[in-house]
Structure formats: structure tokens, C-alpha cells
């Protein structure tokens, strides 16, 4: 649940070397990377369907396509810059900028920008495994490499790295509540306006 920002933190506080922390958290927080990639968009689809659930599977596809869109947005400002000779060249440039996107995302060591979150970016991009796995999995051990360096070097802080890591994400998700809500009111609006 920590994913791997807060696990090299909790194992580096529990006397588990920071070292093997980095590895595993690393490693166990990408087990559900391709699980992700293949089955995010099917089961919110089948989610939308049901009365049970529709406003749920709506609500996180909104916010994720938000985030697809900005980092989509920033690779083809690079890409307007700049001439191809072929459409195949073209895609491939524009798949490699949304990739490195993807890293930098997960590569920041935040609160909601981990493994899950960049997995469900590159899911609603439709970016291929080849570009969006390495992207994710980079980011992840950059990311763990930050924090374990942080924990060896700021041991006796270690405990205030989680403090913060834990606020931040509190925050996090009271704001990702609060934009749930938010939006979900906007596209009701918008439908009845429209209908």
C-alpha cells in the first residue's frame, strides 16, 4: 500500500538494510505493473456498466485521462518543434517522448505518482509495453534510489521522511476526493445541459 516511496522508509526504520529494501520494495511494487497495463480500461468499462459502480469507474477514468492528456500534451509540444520524413518516425518519437514523461512521473519520489498511478497513465495512453514498461520501471528504481539515499543519509531523520511521506499523501487524497466530487458535479451539469 506504501508502494516503494514508503516501504524503504517503514523496512530502513524497522532495521532492515536500506539497501534490501530498495531492492525489494523496487521489485514487489512492479509485480503489478503488466496486471495493470492489460486489465485497467476492460474492468473500468465493465465497471460502467453496472449501476453499482459506474460513478466510481467514470471518476477515476477522469482523473487518469486528465493526467494521460497533460503528459501526451508536453511530448507533442516537443514533437511540433521539429520536422520527420516519415509517419513512422513520427509516432515512434511521440511514443518515446510520452515514455519519458512516464519516468520523470514515477522518478519523482510524490505521494500518487508511484508505480500504479504511471501504469494507469501509460494504460489510458494506449502506449505500447515496450515503451511504458521501461519508462515505469526506471522511474520506480529511480524514485526507491532517492528515498534509500535519503533514508542513509538522514537516518536519524528517517521517521520525518514517513511523517511527511504520510501527509502528503493524506493530502493527496482528500484533494483527489475533493477534484472526485468536483468533477463528478461539472460532467452531471454539463450532461443535463446538455440533454
Known amino acids: 500500500m506504501l508502494e516503494t516511496r514508503g516501504a ?19 521489485i ?18 465493465f465497471l460502467k456498466k453496472t449501476k453499482l459502480f459506474k460513478k466510481i469507474a467514470d471518476a477515476v477514468e477522469l482523473i487518469f ?12 509540444e516537443d514533437i511540433n518543434k521539429k520536422k520527420f520524413d516519415t509517419e513512422e518516425q513520427l509516432k515512434r518519437k511521440r511514443a518515446l ?9 514515477v522518478a519523482i519520489p510524490l505521494p500518487m505518482t508511484g508505480v500504479w498511478t504511471g501504469t494507469a497513465i ?7 509495453y515496450r515503451y511504458s514498461v521501461p519508462a515505469i520501471i526506471l522511474g520506480n528504481f529511480t524514485a526507491g534510489l532517492i528515498i534509500t539515499i535519503l533514508n542513509i543519509f538522514l537516518a536519524e531523520y528517517s521517521i520525518w ?26 460532467a452531471k451539469k454539463n450532461l443535463a445541459s446538455r440533454g
Open 8 to 26: 524503504i522508509t517503514v523496512a530502513t526504520n524497522l532495521g532492515i538494510n536500506p539497501w534490501v529494501a530498495f531492492v525489494v520494495s523496487c
Open 28 to 45: 514487489s511494487a512492479l509485480i503489478v505493473c503488466p496486471f495493470l497495463l492489460l486489465l485497467l480500461k476492460p474492468i473500468l468499462n
Open 122 to 128: 501509460a494504460a489510458f495512453i494506449d502506449l505500447k
Open 97 to 105: 517522448n510520452t515514455a519519458i514523461g512516464i519516468f520523470l512521473f
Open 161 to 186: 521522511i514517513l511523517l511527511v511521506l504520510a501527509i502528503f499523501m493524506l493530502i493527496s487524497i482528500i484533494s483527489l476526493f475533493v477534484g472526485f466530487v468536483i468533477k463528478y458535479k461539472k
Open 65 to 76: 485521462r486528465e493526467k494521460a492528456e497533460r503528459i501526451e500534451k508536453d511530448a507533442q
